[in-house]
Structure formats: structure tokens, C-alpha cells
């Protein structure tokens, strides 16, 4: 999901196409490989980039035995853009991002895991080359068949070779209960993110975010359901800091075995510590799904 808002309001064109390729090799283990091909088209080309999003990630799963699982995938990103007139583009790069997961089983309740993701940044001058090391450890513990939690803790460290690190805590802390045919869900996230292809382009920043979200089934084809969160984010390389609140109704209903439809309707605010980039939208999504 590409989030973010032209709020010059000038004609624009997004396409994402993402084929990927899964292979069960054993009842034990999978290969797979997907590729992501993202087009932003501005017709804006002075005040807004033109980029391409080519994006390649091979991942491999294995279960040794009932209890040790190793899982392990590579991505590998390049990115283009482009503007019209003196104004400068943002430089192309291409990004390297291998991570490796260790799981153990300790019974059908619980599990722990540890995690690690290394990024390196490698762009055209004069861009900022970086490398990023994220460790983390976690757990998973149904605390009975309908109570499941998840609780992940981490560090990562940004290392530009120019400028100051920047530097925070990754985590994934979640409860999820399900009541007959109603899922509620509390979350608490926090880690970083490289916004490389929206609008703006703004670059690495990490963030802060809770959500909360309710989902009930009225009839075995029809959900309807809810989602509200908040969320904080500080940027590397740009002196900003936004918070962003969203609320949203969704509605899904399945017409055949293979074909749903759905409809989101909300809110969303953006308040930036900068008030030219601070604002509000209401937004209606109707969508078609084939499977």
C-alpha cells in the first residue's frame, strides 16, 4: 500500500505490478521469489519526481525438525527519478537488505524467534550512502485458543557516511482476541521506514504508531470492521516531524468463491511541526478483488 497525498492536487499515475513464484519443496521447507515493479507518474514533472520502483526478493523457509525453523530472504532495490526544468531529482540508488529468523517451538503455545535485517544504501552522488543493523528478539504465546499475543524488541543503527546516526527502538507488540465473529486487535509498533517512492521522497525516518481494530463477520460472505491509529515520525535527513491519525470503516463481501468486493471509507490528518505540510482528507476506496 503506497500512502501518501499529492496535496497540489495535479494529475498523477500509479501502477504496482507484484508477480511472485512459491514453491513447496517439502513439507519442510519453501523457495520462493517476487518481484516489484512500482511507476509514479506526475503530470507536475517540475514540482514533483517521476520514480521507478524495481525491487527483486528470493526468500527461502525451512523446518528442520517439529521445533527449529530457519527462514532467510534478500531484497534488492533499484530506484530511478526524474524532473523536468533546473530543479534537481533526487538521486538514483540501489539498496541491498539481507535478513535471517531463527524460531524455536517450545509447544503448540509458544515460540521465540530472533531476527536480524542489515541494509546498505548505494546512491549516486549527491546522495548519502548508509548502512543500517537491526537485531531483534520476540516470542509468541496463545494464551488460549481464541487470546494470541505477540511481543517483538529490538534496536537498529543508522550509519550515513555523512552526517549524524540516527538511531531507535524496533518493536511489534500485539494482542489479538477473536469472540465468535468479532476479532479485536490492539498493536503498538515503532522501528523505521525509507520512503523512497511517495511524493515527497522524504528518506529514512523512523516512527512511534498504536492502532486498534475490530472485525465482525454479519454472515459467512459478509465482514464489516474498523480501524483507527496514530503515529509518529522523525526524519534523517529532513527537519521535520509529522504525526498522522487515520480512522476507517471497511466493508467486504464476498460475491463468488474467487470474487469480493469492498468499500473503506475514513479520515485521515497529517500534523507536521511545518504547517505548509500539515492537512486533512476525507477518502472513499472502492475495490474489486479477483483471487
Not at 36 to 44: A, F, G, S, T
Not at 86 to 99: I, N, Q
Not at 271 to 283: C, F, K
Request: with cysteine; hydrophobic share 35%; charged share 20%.
Amino acid at each position: 500500500v503506497m500512502v501518501g497525498t499529492n496535496r497540489g492536487n495535479t494529475p498523477y499515475l500509479r501502477n504496482v505490478v507484484e508477480p511472485s513464484v512459491d514453491w513447496q519443496f517439502s513439507r519442510q521447507g519453501s523457495v520462493g521469489i517476487l518481484y516489484r515493479n512500482n511507476i509514479l507518474r506526475n503530470e507536475d514533472n517540475i514540482n514533483y519526481e517521476d520514480t521507478t520502483e524495481h525491487y527483486v526478493r528470493p526468500s527461502f523457509n525451512y523446518w528442520i525438525n517439529q521445533r527449529n525453523n530457519i527462514a532467510l530472504d534478500y531484497g534488492f532495490t533499484k530506484g530511478e527519478y526524474t524532473r523536468e526544468g533546473a530543479m534537481l531529482a533526487t538521486p538514483d540508488f540501489m539498496s541491498h537488505s539481507p535478513h535471517v529468523r531463527y524460531t524455536y517451538r517450545f509447544d503448540a503455545q509458544m515460540s521465540m524467534f530472533l531476527d536480524y535485517i542489515y541494509s546498505y544504501r548505494d546512491s549516486d552522488d549527491p546522495g548519502i550512502d548508509y548502512n543500517v543493523n537491526n537485531p531483534s528478539v520476540g516470542i509468541t504465546y496463545a494464551f488460549n485458543p481464541t487470546l494470541i499475543g505477540t511481543a517483538q524488541v529490538g534496536y537498529f543503527w543508522m550509519n550515513p557516511d555523512r552526517g549524524d546516526d540516527f538511531d531507535g527502538v524496533t518493536s511489534n507488540l500485539s494482542i489479538t482476541q477473536r469472540d465468535g465473529r468479532t476479532t479485536y486487535t490492539l498493536a503498538f509498533n515503532s522501528g523505521y521506514e525509507q520512503d523512497q517512492f511517495g511524493f515527497d521522497n522524504l528518506g529514512f525516518n523512523k516512527y512511534y504508531g498504536g492502532s486498534v481494530s475490530i472485525s465482525h463477520a454479519l454472515t459467512q460472505r459478509f465482514n464489516i470492521g474498523f480501524v483507527g491509529s496514530a503515529l509518529y515520525r522523525e526524519y534523517a535527513f529532513v527537519d521535520r516531524d509529522d504525526w498522522v491519525y487515520t480512522a476507517d470503516a471497511n466493508a467486504r463481501y464476498q460475491l463468488l468463491q474467487w470474487l469480493s468486493v469492498g468499500c473503506r471509507a475514513g479520515y485521515l490528518a497529517q500534523d507536521s511541526d511545518l504547517d505548509v505540510n500539515s492537512y486533512d482528507e476525507w477518502h472513499v476506496f472502492l475495490t474489486l478483488t479477483a483471487t
